[in-house]
């Protein structure tokens, strides 16, 4: 017969293991928030989550483990939050877009420290680097479907779209580092308002490509 995992109040060992790792996951992002990237240690986190290090050591190998998946996590809220806003969103371009930067902008705004691991310059963690490059892929993949949504007549391997869809994750990827690191002091919805003018001119500037 196969061995039954052991329980404590009708909660597994796996569970509690997981419990725990999602409680050091927020940790490192409290840490962050407090402390900056200089302040990131398995200690710092572990003293965070009130657990013990070996408890950071029994979910991840190292520190470099535990800020990718402190990232991977960041990016599934964020794309969570963003694909629900703009699923939820009337048909239009400006009601798309708009759902769009906005999911962005308060994801951003909500939790400062998981939008300074996300964004392009404001956290530099090379363990992070390649993740950041590959999840960028995403976004633009993100960014082109909208794009072929508001403009359905394009060929779906249309080439412009696919440059307009980079433009737009790397203009709106400076801007939001600038906004979180407060560079760019515009105020919340004046900075969603001009950022779904920008989207909305590159848009109008691809049906001339």
Sequence with gaps: ????????????????????????????????????????????????AGLSTRFVYESFTDLDDLVVAAFELAFRQMAASVDAAVAAAAPGRRTQVTALVEALVDFFSSAPAKGKLLSTKAYGHPAVAARRLARSENVSRTYGALLHGLLPDRPPDDPAIDLTARFLVGGFGETSTAWIQQSLPYPRDEFVHDNVELFLAAIAALERL
């Design 1 to 48: 017969m196969a061995k039954q995992a052991r329980t404590y109040g009708g909660v597994t060992a796996d569970q509690r293991r997981a419990t725990r790792r999602e409680q050091l996951l927020e940790a490192a992002f409290e840490v962050l928030a407090l402390d900056g990237p200089g302040g990131l240690t398995i200690r710092a986190v572990a003293k965070q």
